[in-house]
């Protein structure tokens, strides 16, 4: 019994040191590209900026269609009749998409410009790990631009919001992330084919940018299409976060939610893993992983 338990002792103890060699690597990578951004102190600038451009068109587009702040047509919909809160809550995920399906495979391309995606490759730690890194980074830099954004906002049009709902919301949001890894992990892996993995992302993100409700709710749609946004973890993200902090209907539990989001995150990283194991594996193969 007791050789048993150092055992099992010691099988702890080495599971514990890989996990913070990991978890080492994954700083590191994270350390890394916040380096190289905050090198160029214009350019990060311009990405703390850009989301405010690029929301505010939806926002004054909103206001001069409906003629103010609220629609009686969305509070028929959804419940609600703010607009501005209703078009920033959902326009804030539009970071976390570009996170997955831009940040995560466009890293892979910038070690290629580098010249350092093989040093990188040989590092004594699983690839996922790396890409982990990667995401880390992409997560922190969004959670920055939303914050900038949400301040604005804020500050210029008074959103309102429920404080009670913060915490569910955080919660269903790390659920989506762990899905949106799987994603990013999955478009990165055609960064190493096709070496210019934007063509891929474009395509998606084009598709995912109509199925998820960003600016609309979720009914405006076909049905077929309102279908197909249920196997899309961003639509969860949306829905259950402005259920929470403007009390949103949705057509389906908390529970349901929930349990959908998380199935999807593991389905999600499950099929990432797979495949870009899958690609990497081909690309050291053939000899291609270095060509630029």
Known sequence: MARLEC????????????????????????????????TYKADFARSLIDPVVYLLPYLLYGIALVGGRESESLRNLVGTADIITFITLGYVFIGFLNMALWAMGFSLRKEQFYGTLESVFAAPVPRWVFTMGMALHSILHQLLMIGVQ????????????????????????????????????????????????????????SILMILTPIAYPLAVLPVFMQKLALFVPTTYGILGTRHFLMGERIGFTLREAFVRLGMLSLLWVAFGLTVFWIIDRWTRRSGTLGHY
């Open 7 to 38: 055992i099992n002792m010691q099988l702890v103890k080495r599971t514990t040191d890989r996990l913070c060699h990991y978890w080492a690597a994954v700083w590191a990578e994270n350390i890394k590209e916040w380096k190289l951004e905050l």
């Open 150 to 205: 949400i301040v604005f906002i804020i500050l210029i049009f008074s959103i309102k919001i429920n404080p009670i709902g913060l915490l569910p919301t955080l919660l269903i949001i790390a659920l989506m992330l762990v899905a949106l890894y799987g994603i990013g992990m999955f478009m990165a892996s055609f960064t190493l084919i096709f070496k210019q993995g934007g063509l891929v992302s474009e395509a998606l993100a």
